[in-house]
């Protein structure tokens, strides 16, 4: 489909271990978001890409999260030495940008839910 | 600081009556104010967006929301709500810089 495509759409691991999540927006959205939503909470903001540049990545918790877009398309989130309250849902979204204005409707994937054991 | 509040964890309404869910916000600048559904098995949809200018906003599946500046509110409404609407509804506020602020969700249930 034409939608922002998110994988794997689960994720089971281990205390400790390192998990890649991938997300695949819609073909032309310059802008690329990643939020987490914990149970029974909102998205929360995690960090937002115009290009292939992390615009504003204030809302990574720690430096175990780390996010790329290097061909300003395809984003992988990282998190390293998982821990148990990493356990969420993450959410991809995108959006397009015309003439560097926000058009205000992000279209968000399915979400990849993490458990960490 | 910037916040979104969803008063109303759970409601449960009759097919075809009324429905009115609260949004309330603070926000230092004049916020873009959104509404999205939640679906289950399904990604967050835009139902609804306030930039600017008319106060009250026309959006998908009939719903609407007035933005009332002077209460800090963003109240979505729909007058006959049907059996597919049951879902989980996020109110947010944002600005030009995308940092969108989420609410923590309100769910809505729908009796036949």
């Known amino acids: 489909g034409a939608g922002v495509s998110q994988t794997p759409s689960n994720k089971v691991t281990e205390k400790g271990k390192y998990v890649e999540l991938r997300c695949d927006p819609i073909?032309?959205?310059?802008?690329l978001y990643w939020y987490r939503q914990s149970l029974g909470q909102g998205p929360e903001f995690l960090i937002y890409?115009?290009?292939?540049?992390?615009?504003?990545d204030s809302g990574l918790p720690n430096d175990r999260f780390f996010a790329v877009r290097p061909e300003g398309s395809v984003s992988t989130l990282k998190i390293q030495r998982t821990e148990r309250g990493d356990s969420a849902v993450y959410l991809c979204?995108?959006?397009?940008?015309?003439?560097?204005?926000?058009?205000?409707?992000?279209?968000f994937g399915e979400g990849s839910r993490l458990t960490v054991l | 600081a910037q916040s979104v509040t969803q008063p109303d964890i759970h409601i449960t309404v009759s097919e075809g009556a009324s429905l009115e869910l609260r949004c309330n916000y603070s926000y230092g600048a004049t916020p873009y104010l959104f509404w999205y559904v939640q679906s289950p098995g399904q990604g967050l949809q835009l139902l609804l967006k306030y930039f600017s200018g008319d106060t009250l906003v026309q959006g998908i599946k009939g719903f609407e929301a007035e933005f009332k500046r002077s209460q800090s509110s963003f109240n979505l409404r729909k007058p006959s709500v049907h059996w597919s609407d049951a879902a989980e509804y996020f109110c947010?506020?944002?600005?030009?810089?995308?940092?969108?602020?989420f609410g923590t969700g309100t769910r809505l249930k729908v009796l036949a």
């Open positions: 073909s032309g959205h310059t802008a």
């Open positions: 890409f115009q290009g292939t540049g992390a615009a504003d």
């Open positions: 979204a995108s959006s397009l940008t015309l003439a560097g204005a926000n058009t205000g409707e992000l279209f």
């Open positions: 947010a506020v944002g600005s030009g810089t995308y940092k969108y602020i």
